[in-house]
């Protein structure tokens, strides 16, 4: 099946969910990593509490991530997608207004809001995750999925460049939005206008059709659905797994192996990304609008990169495209601690976000579809909750770090986390062996995972 055969036998379902991914890409990626950090500094607060701050919404992300499957599941993942997406806008609203709250309420109302829209992202992104893989065939997830990392630096590149923009713009109109890039408010207003993207997310995916639940069924041998490993491939190459979850009904090792690796790699590239615009801020002074057009750069590039990913998959499998991917994430990071200039910093910057996204759509794969159909809802649970878990001890102690030793610290252990994540991967997936039943219709041998 060809690239474009496989982009019109995506259904309208699918393509909802995907364009929801521009707007979250506009807010949580965009916005937030380029204004958010630099308004709490606007506020008077230090790099400590820039990293609790992130630690809180990583908390909140955590906390709501199993609870959120229990109500995705009661709801529908439609419903929730929604109520999720609401949530995550109204926090964000009131966050965008911590510098008119009273300094003595400032603080606890910034950690507040920010448990609060995290909370919401938790519901979407645990309901969303199950509801593509139900609106998809075997055939055409490995591409919804890669689209999803694909598209979602699209809006990332708008966001970041609002978000370079737009305190400039309010600073410049003087009054209540500021008189300067000194002041807060230009970056309160800056993240308040941004969300305006989400007034036609609401609408569209209310119109969403609900999926039925489905029943859990016994696992076969393979723990991993036998599934191409990229669009294209023929019906016979398909990928097996065995030998890591459990015989039970619930797969409690592959659940295991998904916290471990989530809670390290997420959390150390992650707090990397939540500290760049700062770092780039207070160790250079580099302006609001430069650091949104690095920013902007990265996600420009991130647009294709997961569509290289199924070429990567066919040479090398499933398991080396993740560690191979994690591991030159870990080096981008260490490049980014170790930058001796800005550019050079954004340079390393770029390359974090753009391996990480030629990967990420692979290991949602993974998460999806090494369980099986009725506890989807669970595994992307317990991959959101340990990947907050990690951001959020990771976050905390990054700030920490970054204000007694400074941002370098914080980049190395960040790479250190993600260089473990990867050897997680292979020692937890590395090994496996085509199922000795595994035929093709055709009567062909299907081949081993690679």
């Not at 259904?11 to 969910?17: G, S």
């Amino acid at each position: 099946m060809s690239a474009v055969g496989g982009l019109r036998r995506i259904r309208r379902e699918a393509w909802v969910v995907l364009a929801t991914s521009i707007a979250q890409g506009v807010t949580w990626y965009g916005l937030s990593e380029t204004v958010l950090a630099l308004y709490l500094v606007r506020l008077g607060y230090g790099p400590e509490f820039v990293g609790s701050s992130a630690a809180a919404a990583n908390l909140g992300y955590a906390l709501a991530s199993m609870p959120g499957a229990a109500v995705s599941r009661k709801l529908g993942a439609r419903r929730s997608m929604v109520y999720g997406s609401a949530a995550w806008v109204a926090g964000v609203l009131l966050l965008s207004l911590g510098d008119l709250v009273p300094a003595t309420w400032r603080a606890p109302w910034v950690l507040a809001v920010r448990l609060v829209a995290s909370a919401g992202l938790a519901l979407y992104m645990v309901s969303s995750q199950p509801y593509l893989t139900a609106v998809t065939s075997p055939e055409e997830r490995p591409l919804a999925f890669a689209l999803v990392i694909s598209l979602r630096p699209l809006g990332a590149m708008i966001g970041s460049l609002l978000g370079g923009l737009l305190p400039g713009l309010f600073a410049g109109w003087g009054g209540v939005f500021g008189s300067s890039l000194i002041d807060p408010r230009p970056y309160g207003m800056a993240l308040a206008v941004g969300l305006l993207v989400y007034a036609p997310v609401f609408w569209v995916l209310r119109l969403l059709p609900s999926t039925p639940q489905q029943e859990d069924a016994p696992r076969k041998e393979a723990p991993l659905a036998c599934v191409p490993d990229a669009p294209g491939a023929a019906p016979a190459a398909t990928t097996a797994w065995v030998g890591l979850t459990a015989r039970s009904r619930a797969p409690v090792g592959v659940l295991a192996a998904i916290a471990v690796i989530c809670a390290l790699r997420v959390g150390g590239e992650f707090t990397a990304r939540a500290f760049f615009s700062v770092h780039l801020d207070g160790t250079w002074g580099v302006s609001t609008a430069r650091i949104g057009g690095a920013l902007a750069l990265s996600n420009l590039l991130s647009i294709p990169a997961p569509l290289v990913t199924p070429a990567l998959v066919q040479r090398w499998g499933r398991v080396l495209t993740i560690t191979v991917g994690a591991a030159g994430v870990a080096l981008s990071i260490v490049a980014l601690g170790l930058a001796a200039d800005w550019v050079m910093a954004s340079a390393a910057f770029v390359a974090l976000t753009v391996i990480a996204a030629m990967t990420r759509s692979v290991w949602s794969l993974v998460v999806q579809e090494s369980v099986s159909e009725g506890w989807r809802t669970t595994s992307a649970g317990v991959a959101n909750l340990f990947s907050g878990l990690g951001t959020m001890a990771m976050s905390s102690a990054g700030g920490v770090m970054a204000a007694s030793m400074g941002y370098r610290s914080t980049f190395l252990a960040s790479a250190a986390l993600v260089g473990l994540g990867a050897a997680a991967v292979w020692g937890a997936f590395g090994r496996r062996r085509p199922l000795q039943s595994g035929r093709s219709e055709a009567g062909r041998p299907g081949r081993a995972a690679r």
